[in-house]
């Protein structure tokens, strides 16, 4: 199966029970402690990896957001989690309430801060970055030997027991014969998932890596061409939408993203308010206006925290493209 039966199970019915009552509701909360970071890599917003570790969120303030968004799944992303001193006591309160943990990390600090420290779980995933082989990865990472590193954290993962992915963004840089050798490197290490999505121009990124749409359908059309040999997390439907086959509605509401700096609105990329209040955020944003992708900063996005619910609920509605999505989550 692409992702654990209990993992799919939860997630299905909470989909279903929400989309009963509501067209819009968040699935995942985007949890950011901290905007702290051992690395800076290209195409990172500049807030997530120089803010000062003393503006962290308490694990309290944590709680509470998740509680408040009421969502099944909490991605706890930043700035580098293994580096939030709190990450023990966060991970095991989560999990304590039942939800499901995609702790995405460069697994730099994988040895001091997480094995041994922090018991693998059925609710855990440990979602490590890596974005091409050795050369492109220690390019994004701005840093030699990284990709080394995360090769062998992902193993030593692996061996302990953790439930283990990783995540991967495409950038202009990325050749995609190279993404596969990494899929099929990663294969063979019998890895858990491997997500992949276009890479987009955050407002404030001082890099330019970024995709065209052009370059994202070319490149997503081969990237689609080879699900079923690795497995690739992101959906057929997703992976279809990226290769320009067909338009969906942004979904921003779908993966809500709470920082030190509180609710980050509209969506995990553009942050033009901030709000300490989720019911305040809720029905504050113009949710509609974002669905609609028009905006000037929204221009060439395909990213996969905006569009891959969208994507699912259009495979939901049509019989053909439900059973694909079914046989998908069934093989690999
Ligand atoms: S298209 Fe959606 S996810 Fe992308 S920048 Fe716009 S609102 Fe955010």
Same mark, same amino acid.
């Given at each position: 199966?692409?992702?654990?039966?209990?993992?799919?199970?939860?997630?299905?019915?909470?989909?279903?029970?929400?989309?009963?009552?509501?067209?819009?509701?968040?699935?995942?909360?985007?949890?950011?402690?901290?905007?702290?970071?051992?690395?800076?890599?290209?195409?990172?917003?500049?807030?997530?990896?120089?803010?000062?570790?003393?503006?962290?969120?308490?694990?309290?303030?944590?709680?509470? #957001?998740?509680?408040?968004?009421?969502?099944?799944?909490?991605?706890?992303? %930043?700035?580098?989690?293994?580096?939030?001193?709190?990450?023990?006591?966060?991970?095991?309160?989560?999990?304590?309430?039942?939800?499901?943990?995609?702790?995405?990390?460069?697994?730099?600090?994988?040895?001091?801060?997480?094995?041994?420290?922090?018991?693998?779980?059925?609710?855990?995933?440990?979602?490590?970055?890596?974005? %091409?082989?050795?050369?492109?990865?220690?390019?994004?990472?701005?840093?030699?030997?990284?990709?080394?590193? #995360?090769?062998?954290?992902?193993?030593?993962?692996?061996?302990?027991?953790?439930?283990?992915?990783?995540?991967?963004?495409v950038?202009?840089?990325?050749?995609?014969?190279?993404?596969?050798?990494?899929?099929?490197?990663?294969?063979?290490?019998?890895?858990?998932?491997?997500?992949i999505s276009p %890479?987009?121009?955050? =407002?404030?990124?001082?890099?330019?890596?970024?995709?065209?749409?052009?370059?994202t359908f070319?490149k997503f059309k081969?990237i689609r %061409?080879?699900?079923?040999?690795?497995?690739?997390?992101s959906?057929?439907?997703f992976l279809d939408f990226a290769s320009g086959k067909?338009?969906?509605?942004?979904?921003?509401?779908?993966?809500?993203?709470?920082?030190?700096?509180?609710?980050? #609105?509209?969506?995990?990329?553009?942050?033009?308010?901030?709000?300490?209040?989720?019911?305040?955020?809720?029905?504050?944003?113009?949710?509609?206006?974002?669905?609609?992708?028009?905006?000037?900063?929204?221009?060439?996005?395909r990213?996969h925290?905006?569009f =891959?619910?969208?994507c699912?609920?259009?495979?939901?509605?049509?019989?053909?493209?439900?059973?694909?999505?079914?046989?998908?989550?069934?093989?690999?």
């Amino acid at each position: 199966m692409r992702y654990p039966f209990d993992f799919t199970l939860t997630q299905a019915l909470y989909m279903s029970k929400m989309g009963r009552q509501s067209k819009r509701f968040p699935t995942v909360c985007m949890l950011e402690p901290l905007y702290t970071c051992n690395l800076a890599c290209r195409g990172c917003t500049k807030e997530r990896h120089t803010g000062k570790l003393s503006n962290r969120l308490s694990v309290e303030q944590c709680l509470k #957001a998740v509680e408040d968004c009421g969502v099944p799944i909490v991605s706890v992303c %930043g700035g580098e989690p293994l580096l939030y001193p709190e990450l023990p006591e966060l991970l095991a309160e989560l999990i304590k309430r039942g939800k499901y943990i995609i702790m995405c990390t460069n697994s730099l600090l994988a040895k001091e801060k997480l094995f041994g420290v922090i018991p693998p779980d059925n609710h855990l995933f440990v979602n490590v970055h890596l974005d %091409g082989m050795a050369k492109t990865h220690d390019f994004v990472t701005n840093r030699p030997g990284v990709w080394q590193q #995360a090769i062998s954290n992902i193993k030593e993962c692996k061996e302990r027991g953790y439930l283990t992915i990783t995540n991967c963004t495409v950038f202009r840089e990325t050749d995609v014969d190279e993404l596969e050798a990494l899929c099929k490197l990663l294969t063979d290490i019998h890895i858990d998932g491997i997500l992949i999505s276009p %890479g987009y121009n955050f =407002e404030n990124s001082e890099e330019d890596v970024f995709l065209s749409l052009q370059e994202t359908f070319e490149k997503f059309k081969r990237i689609r %061409g080879f699900i079923d040999k690795y497995k690739i997390t992101s959906t057929p439907a997703f992976l279809d939408f990226a290769s320009g086959k067909f338009d969906v509605d942004c979904s921003p509401y779908s993966t809500v993203n709470y920082t030190p700096n509180g609710w980050k #609105a509209p969506c995990y990329l553009i942050g033009t308010e901030f709000y300490d209040d989720f019911q305040t955020f809720w029905n504050s944003v113009d949710w509609s206006y974002w669905e609609s992708h028009k905006d000037p900063l929204c221009a060439n996005c395909r990213m996969h925290s905006g569009f =891959e619910q969208g994507c699912v609920q259009r495979s939901m509605g049509k019989f053909s493209d439900m059973l694909q999505l079914i046989k998908w989550q069934f093989s690999g």
